[in-house]
DNA sequence: GAAATTTGACCTAG
DNA sequence: CTAGGTCAAATTTC
């Protein structure tokens, strides 16, 4: 019930620990892939390199996502649906904690880097509905989840459908800041198993709103909890970077908004209701602790950013410290 | 009244 | 033609 960390995580310390450590390596030869290519290319992207930035960008994102699935296993278990460890992947991989997201496996689905921008032009004309470019190749990923979980970001419900062979509907969300912070990031939620219920959602695009700058302050507030020993605490890095958007989560009204009953959703939504609010991976929390599970998932996904890959995938990045207990490991890119 | 959700229509890829 | 994805008017919620 409470977020005491137990002493597992502690135990995990070293893990956490070899998990940074690899991902700064792989980071800092990213760093040196990216500038080669730079350097030799003159424009755009399309070289070999890319393919090995992608690689090492992949295995970094797996790097921070096992270690704060590490983190968050302990506490998600404490906290959400005891025992709700699901088989998770469709694929049926069964490992333990797998369901939550793909990241610890480096599962991310990036179909492609090119994300289409749908000039939508059509659009303007009021009676054009359903004007817009089947996203084929945009970049996706996926989570199973075991519950519906808040990601940190606004979404806004703009569709739902019925699904072939499916048992459940497909609701459609984009960001709440579409328009007014031109934010393309969109996800598919569908609950695809009962008995234990699985929530499968897949992200198109990435957030380039801001909404989540609260994240950090509100982390930092929490930062007196010295005693929960372990969490990340984002610094300065208010560019939005997709890392970190996944953390933002933070707003309440996000949380509230998303967990919203949906009548009209077999429960899709339901299942997800104020009451089990824990089940959010990132609610509002005043705990240190409120990465949760799901934090990865979204930030590593993120991570292989669309927009950002072409160019400067990691450049500027700096991931504040990393507090751990009393040290700090400092990230950067 | 504003914002979010619902829901059927519209559109596109396969 | 079908299934999936999006739009936008209508409806609901706050």
Redesign the pocket.
């Known amino acids: 019930m409470e977020l005491s960390w137990p002493d597992s995580v502690l135990s995990n310390r070293e893990r956490v620990m070899e998990e940074l450590i690899q991902g700064r390596e792989l980071a800092s030869q990213l760093c040196r892939v990216l500038d080669d290519h730079k350097s030799t290319l003159v424009s755009g992207c399309g070289g070999g390199d890319v393919g090995s930035a992608e690689g090492l960008v992949t295995k970094i994102l797996g790097s921070f996502a096992n270690t704060i699935f590490i983190l968050n296993g302990k506490e998600a278990d404490g906290e959400i649906v005891s025992g709700d460890q699901i088989q998770g992947n469709s694929s049926g991989g069964g490992s333990a904690d797998s369901s939550s997201w793909d990241a610890n496996h480096a599962i991310i689905k990036s179909e492609d880097f090119h994300e289409e921008i749908?000039c939508?032009s059509?659009?303007t004309?009021?009676?054009?509905?359903?004007?817009?470019?089947?996203?084929?190749t945009s970049h996706s990923w996926t989570r199973d989840t075991p519950a519906l979980t808040d990601d940190g970001h606004?979404?806004?419900?703009?569709?739902?459908?019925?699904?072939?062979?499916?048992n459940h509907p497909?609701?459609?969300f984009?960001c709440?800041h579409k328009f007014d912070q031109s934010c393309q990031a969109?996800k598919?939620v569908q609950q695809i198993l009962d008995d234990p219920p699985v929530f499968r959602t897949t992200y198109?695009g990435n957030h380039t709103c801001r909404d989540y700058l609260k994240a950090s302050e509100l982390i930092l507030d929490c930062t007196s909890h010295t005693e929960s020993s372990s969490y990340i605490r984002f610094g300065d890095n208010k560019q939005d970077h997709p890392f970190f958007s996944s953390f933002t989560s933070v707003k309440k009204?996000v949380v509230v908004?998303?967990e919203?009953?949906?009548?009209?959703?077999e429960h899709l939504?339901a299942s997800h209701h104020h009451n089990r609010s824990s089940s959010g991976d990132y609610n509002v929390s005043p705990h240190p602790t409120a990465f949760k599970s799901s934090c990865p998932l979204s930030g590593l996904s993120s991570t292989i950013d669309p927009y950002d890959y072409e160019g400067d995938v990691m450049s500027g990045l700096i991931v504040g410290p990393y507090y751990f207990d009393d040290e700090v490991l400092q990230y950067e890119f």
Do not use: C, L
């Open positions: 749908s939508k059509a659009s004309f009021k009676d054009r509905r359903g004007s817009y470019k089947r996203r084929k606004a979404w806004r419900k703009y569709g739902q459908k019925v699904i072939h062979n499916a497909r609701n459609y984009r709440t969109t598919h198109y009204e908004k998303e919203k009953p949906q009548p009209s959703d939504m």
